[in-house]
Every structure is written in structure tokens, then in C-alpha cells.
């Protein structure tokens, strides 16, 4: 038994299950492209962050040695 919240969003989703499987092919092959594309995002990404957290330690590491040396 469909609840009143059930019927309503039922009414605004149009659900279309298509006889002809084969129109599902296209929508598969967007999804496959942007996992794919998602994927090398976050890949990118790692590797960037993994860049700017060396630089940042390297300019950490030589503001202490400048701090020290500024001290003696």
C-alpha cells in the first residue's frame, strides 16, 4: 500500500523502463565516462596535493634553518 509521501514522489519522478534494452547502452557508456573522469580527478588531485605538501614541508624546513641561523 502506497503511503501519501510514496504517491507524491511517484507523481513527480517519471519512471520510464524501456522495452528495447538496448536503449540502456547509451546511458551506460556516460556513467562509464564520468567514473572514468572522476576517477582521474581524484588521481590528479592526489598527486597534487602530494606536490604542495613536499613544498610546504621544504619551505617549513628552511624557514627553521633561516630561524636558527638567525638566532646565533
Given at each position: 500500500?502506497?503511503?501519501?509521501?510514496?504517491?507524491?514522489?511517484?507523481?513527480?519522478?517519471?519512471?520510464?523502463f524501456?522495452?528495447?534494452?538496448?536503449?540502456?547502452?547509451?546511458a551506460?557508456i556516460?556513467?562509464?565516462?564520468?567514473?572514468?573522469?572522476a576517477v582521474?580527478?581524484v588521481?590528479?588531485?592526489k598527486?597534487?596535493?602530494?606536490k604542495?605538501?613536499?613544498?610546504?614541508?621544504?619551505?617549513?624546513?628552511?624557514?627553521?634553518?633561516?630561524?636558527?641561523?638567525?638566532?646565533?
Open positions: 500500500m502506497l503511503s501519501i509521501f510514496d504517491t507524491f514522489v511517484l507523481s513527480i519522478i517519471p519512471l520510464y524501456p522495452e528495447d534494452k538496448s536503449e540502456y547502452i547509451p551506460f556516460q556513467l562509464a565516462l564520468v567514473v572514468v573522469a582521474l580527478v588521481v590528479f588531485l598527486k597534487l596535493s602530494k604542495q605538501e613536499k613544498e610546504a614541508k621544504e619551505l617549513e624546513e628552511r624557514l627553521n634553518q633561516e630561524e636558527k641561523n638567525k638566532h646565533l
